[in-house]
T-cell receptor, first 112, second 116 residues
Framework: EDQVTQSPEALRLQEGESSSLNCSYT??????LFWYRQDPGKGPEFLFT???AGEEKEKERLKATLTKKESFLHITAPKPEDSATYLC?????????????FGTGTLLAVQP | ETGVTQSPTHLIKTRGQQVTLRCSSQ?????VSWYQQALGQGPQFIFQ???????GRGNFPPRFSGLQFPNYSSELNVNALELDDSALYLC???????????????FGDGTRLSIL
């Protein structure tokens, strides 16, 4: 069964304290792995797509990496405005749908 | 560029009632997917509409149904509401060429449905 597990469930950082979020996945065939950010009361906001092991994407203080079993979202020198829930999702091969399978997310709090 | 918009933002219903939620897709997008997000959980795929037809469904019963219109907007209908249907319902749109796509889905801010 296709599955996504994110850790930790919650993370509290001081402003400027770098860290990484983990997304482990089990999927029959990976068409793509997606990272989203979700603020309270809002829908998920797209951050990155990764397609194959070894691929990396960067945006401001965020960098996403992908291996055959997991993905990491590295946050460098975070600011309070980076506080949000970060969701990881996989799109498996098979079928014509764009179905995403999500993890439960990591709630990040960055304190000034 | 107009993003994905959903209405209403909040809704309160009682058990056994029926509800219709609406979604306007992002400009240039032809595919709409619906997700249910319970509190503290990740979104769960309900179904997808492409060319006005359902072309994929998650583990949701038939009382969850939908429509897509020629302008690519969509509706989610839920009959015989149950307490467990209380959740945030998210609509996501993307551009699909028919065989599935790796284009990212863009989400609206959802409809918060509460069942009393």
């Amino acid at each position: 069964e296709d599955q996504v597990t994110q850790s930790p469930e919650a993370l509290r950082l001081q402003e400027g304290e770098s860290s990484s979020l983990n997304c482990s996945y089990t999927v029959s065939g990976l068409r793509g792995l997606f990272w989203y950010r979700q603020d309270p009361g809002k829908g998920p906001e797209f951050l990155f797509t990764l397609y194959s092991a070894g691929e990396e994407k960067e945006k401001e203080r965020l960098k996403a990496t992908l291996t055959k079993k997991e993905s990491f979202l590295h946050i460098t020198a975070p600011k309070p405005e980076d506080s949000a829930t970060y969701l990881c999702a996989v799109r498996p091969y098979g079928g014509a749908t764009n179905k995403l399978i999500f993890g439960t997310g990591t709630l990040l709090a960055v304190q000034p | 560029e107009t993003g994905v918009t959903q209405s209403p933002t909040h809704l309160i219903k009682t058990r056994g009632q029926q509800v219709t939620l609406r979604c306007s897709s992002q400009s240039g997008h032809n595919t709409v997917s619906w997700y249910q997000q319970a509190l503290g959980q990740g979104p769960q795929f309900i179904f997808q509409y492409y060319r006005e037809e359902e072309n994929g469904r998650g583990n949701f019963p038939p009382r969850f149904s939908g429509l897509q219109f020629p302008n690519y907007s969509s509706e989610l209908n839920v009959n015989a509401l149950e307490l467990d249907d209380s959740a945030l319902y998210l609509c996501a749109s993307s551009r699909n060429t028919g065989g599935g796509s790796n284009q990212p889905q863009h989400f609206g801010d959802g409809t918060r449905l509460s069942i009393l």
